[in-house]
């Protein structure tokens, strides 16, 4: 077939209140080029700063997002996106009311071996 329907993505265990629902990827479809997830940061939700080794793209679809990257802070809202390039320190969070709903891809996909994230 010249396409695949994905109908099941793979819910990644999380123990922070996040969904994360990964559609293409290592732990969806085997796909070590790009990850694509969809995921739900519940208020307050925050993870370690981090050293990823791909680029990662994030497009908000709902509430807002804290990013912390070489320093900088960006609020990322709803209909914006950003690229964030392997090789960058930065930190993901959702210190806002609200849910934040967005879309991630990763160039190459996302490992936990490339992710580089720091102990907190």
Same mark, same amino acid.
């Given at each position: 077939m010249p396409y695949f329907l994905q109908q099941k993505p793979f819910v990644v265990p999380t123990n922070d209140g996040k969904l994360i629902e990964e =559609? $293409?990827?290592?732990a969806s479809t085997g796909d070590k080029e790009i990850s @694509? $997830? =969809?995921? @739900?940061a519940p208020p307050g939700w925050g993870e370690p700063?981090?050293?990823p080794e791909f680029d990662e793209y994030t497009l908000v679809s709902r509430g807002k997002k804290l990013i912390e990257a070489d320093g900088d802070e960006i609020i990322l809202e709803s209909g914006q996106s950003i690229l964030i390039k392997g090789g960058t320190r930065v930190r993901y969070s959702n210190p806002f009311d609200e849910e934040c709903e967005y879309w991630s891809v990763c160039l190459p996909a996302f490992s936990f071996e490339a992710v580089h994230r720091e102990e907190q």
């Open positions: =559609h $293409a990827g290592l @694509i $997830a =969809h995921m @739900i700063f981090q050293k």
